[in-house]
């Protein structure tokens, strides 16, 4: 039945689009809400994830959940559908924006007690491709990626990434601080902790001074 299905891997967004769709803001609100609620009342529930059509991510979860409901016997085999969002800040015009972005475009993730009727009911949904897994078998997540999974959107809502480029040798304002208003040059970046060392002279004297990416914007030349 599932020899066709072609292995597949979850790659991390490259190259989105800065903006999220209506849809992708709705699901993003609703995702970390979703994964903390209670725990199904089938213990034979694991989380599997299904590749879609891109774009069609809302779509998807909302027919599956539409069968779920016209098919009372699918509650106890299929529960929770979620699609992982981030928020994502990004400076236009000395500006701060906030929106909704997935971090895994194309997949949705869904909780099921896998057997040949729910593979073929999930299987079966518009816009559905197959199941991510390896061999003949779908591949149900751990529960250490699950709760990464969960905590990486849960994070995202109290700090949202601030999505800018910086690079050394870059001239920037810094827009907060005591040092609001001065300008300099970018010496190091650390991507990781998002901060900047940039150059300011003060009093004559070139002076490094750490400051967070939201603390600064690009001087445009």
Do not use: C
Request: hydrophobic share 30%; glycine share 8%.
């Amino acid at each position: 039945m599932r020899g066709n299905m072609a292995e597949e891997e979850i790659k991390t967004e490259n190259g989105a689009k800065p903006e999220a769709s209506s849809e992708q803001a709705g699901a993003g609100t609703t995702a970390a809400a979703e994964a903390e609620s209670a725990k199904p009342t089938n213990p034979n529930m694991k989380w599997y994830i299904i590749h879609t059509y891109s774009g069609f991510e809302r779509k998807v979860k909302e027919s599956i959940e539409s069968r779920v409901r016209a098919y009372p016997e699918l509650e106890h085999r299929i529960g929770r559908v979620l699609i992982p969002t981030e928020s994502v800040t990004e400076v236009r015009g000395g500006k701060k924006y906030t929106s909704e972005r997935m971090f895994y475009p194309g997949y949705v993730l869904i909780e099921m007690d896998m057997d040949d009727n729910v593979w073929h009911v999930v299987k079966g949904t518009p816009r559905v491709t197959g199941f991510v897994g390896t061999g003949q078998q779908p591949t149900p997540l751990s529960e250490e990626e699950v709760q990464q999974i969960v905590y990486r959107v849960a994070d995202s809502k109290e700090k949202p990434k601030l999505k800018v480029k910086f690079e050394k040798n870059e001239k920037v304002r810094i827009t907060e601080g005591p040092f609001a208003s001065f300008t300099g040059d970018i010496d190091e970046v650390n991507e990781d902790r998002e901060t900047l060392k940039v150059m300011v002279t003060i009093f004559g004297r070139s002076t490094p001074v750490e400051l967070g990416f939201g603390q600064v914007e690009k001087v445009i030349t």
